[in-house]
């Protein structure tokens, strides 16, 4: 299926947090309530529609064990788009959310978007980590932000797509070269670049189903 864009996406974060539950979630409409832990990167793809353009999102899962950072880390060059996971009913996932985001700024594009997802939304009676603090730590660092469900599929579309609005506005206000895939920005097939400004809507339906804990 031909597109306007591709844009590369990095969801990085501690293990267990939900990454690969949010990746099918998005791309397979599905919850997979038992999940092996990620050993180095999974990869997921999906066509979604921002301003009538059809743009495919190339999705880098990445595993969340230290042994396995500098192999994220080579995975950071090349993104548009990252979506930091954290598990809102385990506090020490938020406290390390701090040396992704360096790990992130560092080894990639200053002009990436990041998405701050507080997943496992569900869990509202086992919260350890408050809604408001997530956006706190959102606006300090100048990211999006979403409580995401992978379970019940709560804002896991919006997730995904929000962030690929971002990186289409920024675009048209000539933030990225499109030329440039280092970027994680590709140009379709026979693709004019010179676009109206715009936000856009993405639409997908909705899924869901079983247990919470994924990694």
Known sequence: MSYAFLFKYIIIG?????????????TDKRFQPVHDLTIGVEFGARMITIEGKA???QIWDTAGQESFRSI????????????LVYDITRRETFNHLTSWL??????SSSNMVIMLIGNKSDLESRRDVKKEEGEAFA????????ETSAKTAANVEEAFINTAKQIYKNIQQGLFDVNNEANGIKIGPQQSITQPLGGGNGQSPQGGGGDSRCC
Request: a positive charge; proline letters at 0%; glycine letters at 12%.
């Open 14 to 26: 501690d293990t267990g947090v939900g990454k690969s539950c949010l990746l099918l979630q998005f």
């Open 55 to 57: 743009i495919k999102l």
């Open 72 to 83: 994220t880390r080579s995975y950071y060059r090349g993104a548009a788009g990252a979506l």
């Open 102 to 107: 360096e790990d992130a700024r560092q080894h």
């Open 139 to 146: 606006r300090e660092h100048g990211l999006i932000f979403m």
